[in-house]
């Protein structure tokens, strides 16, 4: 058995096979990660490159300590100290990188469709740790298993994502991945934050917060990502907190269980305040333990196929 | 041309040589533990551990299972054919311990050297032993020999090994294909 794809670009192009079976290794890598060692020889062979070109804390660090645990070699790149701030394009530096017989290349840019781009034309394989506005598939895989870990299963489960679906690649990677798993999904927040057409991709859309409270199994609470609203879509950040922030009171109110998830870094006290992502509730901090495990696991996936690769 | 390498009766007989083999030299395991490699050798570890704990009149045994796909040396050697792991339980430490290794056919030898590479990241056994059930000792590409075997076979490469459990395959036997 092995992935349907050469890259991964985005949930979009996955199969629920693959998913199924990203899922699975997953599951032993984190059995790996519980070890006194924890650590395996798998990809001893293997170089890999992050390419940031867009700050990270969270996916970079997880990336670079899957590929250590996997005794893969790593390099790390920061756009910000490197030679595209002299000029250089993104195909040449990309080039001369696997000259230096570089074999992955994990890559988080802030136009849509850079990696895609670069995959027609490099012999690598790409995992793309988030494009643009588009796709964030290695963090819809891990709350993917994140869910999977907490309530058993994702098919039939109800998961709302909250807040900024217009400009998060986390929103449309896990629309993508949990209406292919058969779970049911509502996207709420804001008009000016939920794009026209969305219920095309097959969700529902909701602008009441209590409402979608009330009717989730799973409250997946995203970044209002200031950086990229290049007008106002909301008049302050207290009133969106007071409008669609998730709050003790509120999730106290809900009077059932209900589990709260953010893809990080948390704006306290905007969308989530700080009595609920420290609580119970939460499984803030298991999703991040996870995305070392589903990294693991589709780095070696994908490692599985590098002489398949031609350009 | 199938020749039948064990039936029923006669694997019965082998497994409870083997067993009766381990007790002689780990006598009540108190310091020696069971380790299945996954996935075709569990069938095997589960029958000599259930007939451990007849022979020992219920002591604990200590019984985990090993995969070995993360530390296999063809990662990438064959395109398109990637090994999928399976569950590694061994909820204890290796530390100083016995360890009896098991698996259904002994090949060339290479699954188990991955094995014991997997091992050591669960400690430093005292020692570590192999248990086979089939050794097919004309195929040995590395320098690894059993412990304790049920049967040698003398068998040309391009034959086939299959061992069939009850609770897997419907009945017990063992054939060379």
């Known amino acids: 058995m092995s992935l349907s794809v050469k890259h991964l670009l985005g949930i979009k192009d996955l199969k629920k096979e693959d998913i199924e079976l990203i899922l699975h290794t997953a599951a032993n890598f984190k059995d790996v990660l519980q070890r006194p060692i924890k650590k395996v020889p798998t990809l001893r062979d293997t170089t890999i490159v992050n390419l940031f070109y867009e700050n990270s804390t969270r996916t970079r660090i997880s990336f670079e300590l899957a590929e250590k645990r996997l005794s893969a070699d790593t390099i790390n790149f920061a756009a910000s100290s490197s030679s595209v701030s002299k000029g250089e394009t993104l195909i040449d530096t990309v080039n001369n990188v696997l000259s230096m017989k570089v074999d992955m290349v994990v890559m988080r840019h802030s136009a849509t469709g850079a990696p895609h781009f670069l995959s027609r034309h490099i012999p690598a394989s790409i995992i793309n740790a988030g494009d643009g506005i588009n796709e964030h598939p290695t963090q819809a895989l891990l709350d993917a298993y994140s869910i999977k870990e907490r309530l058993g299963g994702l098919e039939g489960r109800k998961v709302a994502l909250i807040g900024d679906i217009m400009h998060s690649r986390v929103a449309l990677s896990n629309i993508y991945l949990l209406t292919k798993m058969g779970a049911e999904v509502e996207v709420c927040g804001p008009p000016t934050l939920i794009p026209k057409h969305i219920e095309h991709l097959g969700v529902r859309v909701s602008y009441d917060l209590k409402k979608t409270l009330q009717w989730c199994d799973v409250a997946n609470v995203l970044r209002i990502q200031l950086e990229r609203q290049h007008k106002p879509l909301f008049s302050s950040l207290r009133e969106y907190n007071l409008y669609y922030g998730v709050s003790r009171q509120l999730v106290d109110s809900l009077d059932k269980e209900i589990v709260i998830m953010h893809p990080g870094p948390i704006n306290r006290g905007v969308e989530l305040n700080s009595d609920v992502a420290d609580s119970g509730h939460s499984i803030i901090l298991d999703q991040v333990e996870n995305g070392v495990a589903v990294r693991m696991a589709v780095l070696y996936l994908l490692a599985g196929k590098k002489d398949e690769l031609v350009v | ?177």
């Open chain 2, 1 to 177: 041309m199938m020749k039948s390498l064990y039936n029923q009766q006669h694997l019965k007989i082998t497994l409870d040589r083997l067993t009766a083999e381990l007790v002689e030299n780990h006598r009540d395991f108190s310091n020696a533990v069971i380790i299945g490699m996954q996935p075709r050798g569990i069938y095997l570890a589960d029958r000599i551990v259930q007939l451990l704990k007849e022979q020992l009149a219920g002591r604990p045994i200590q019984y985990g299972k090993l995969d070995i796909t993360f530390y296999r040396d063809d990662f990438n050697t064959k395109p398109g054919e990637l090994h999928i792991p399976t569950e590694t339980s061994i909820d204890f430490s290796l530390d100083g311990k016995n360890v009896i290794l098991i698996d259904d056919v002994l090949y060339t030898g290479r699954s188990i050297r991955s094995g014991l590479d997997a091992l050591l990241d669960f400690g430093r056994p005292k020692s570590v032993e192999l248990l086979v059930l089939i050794d097919r000792w004309f195929s040995r590409e590395v320098p690894i020999q059993p412990d304790y075997v049920g049967k040698t076979v003398e068998s040309a490469t391009a034959q086939k090994v299959k061992v069939l459990w009850q609770e897997n395959d419907g009945k017990d036997e063992v054939v060379l294909l």
